[in-house]
């Protein structure tokens, strides 16, 4: 009777995973990334014109796209284009792409679309990107996986040089010089994480501002 009700309890613990990774399935499945929508916003050529209406860009491929009503899009690559800027409505507020050349594994510059986090004595770019990442739960005896958004962080140095942030805390303070301590207690004060988009980019405003910038 004892291992009956034990296997019982198993079924109805693997049916509550299954019905849970199901769930997830459908939730995902319904999800739509920034970069899958179409956005009020503008496009600055490197020709100099601006074309105004819905954006749509693609960072996997460094291209964006622009359409006035219903018209048929237009597609740029990053060569051709300066900079543009979209109203995000799942963040509620303007994001801004730059054009910008960074040097590949081989040594080659490639013109390449960067969105400007903050800017000043310290410039913070990031490149977004999807991942998959395996969770696990107390509740249920299997682990899953689900995509979610992750994104590269470069800091743009005074000579026009980009370097990627290797996701170090103590790599990040140590470039901060005699303002690490100043940063990391506003940083513990403020509950701030380096690896989270919003963090820190209002970790780098708060060392920029150290500086008057």
Known sequence: MRIRQDISIQ????????IFVLIMHVVQAQQRWPFELWHEGKIV??????????????LQ???????????????????KVLYFEIFDESVH????????????????????????????????LAREFLEYKTYSSP???MSYSKVIMSHKYFFLKEDGSIIEFTGNKNDLLDMMGNKSDDVEKYMKL???????????????????????S
Request: glycine share 8%; proline share 2%; hydrophobic share 40%.
């Open 11 to 18: 079924n109805g613990r693997w049916m509550l995973t299954g």
């Open 45 to 58: 050529l490197a020709a100099g014109d601006t074309l105004k209406g819905m954006v749509k860009y693609d």
């Open 61 to 79: 491929q460094d291209l964006v796209q622009h359409m006035v009503k219903d018209q048929q899009a237009e597609v740029y690559t990053a060569r």
């Open 93 to 124: 507020h303007y994001r801004r792409f730059f054009t910008l050349p960074f040097a590949t594994l081989t040594g080659y510059k490639t013109p390449l679309f960067f969105e400007l986090l903050e800017e000043g004595k310290m410039t913070l």
């Open 139 to 141: 509740y249920y005896a």
């Open 190 to 212: 403020n509950h701030l994480h380096f690896d989270d988009k919003a963090d820190i980019a209002r970790i780098i405003e708060y060392y920029n501002s150290l500086y008057g």
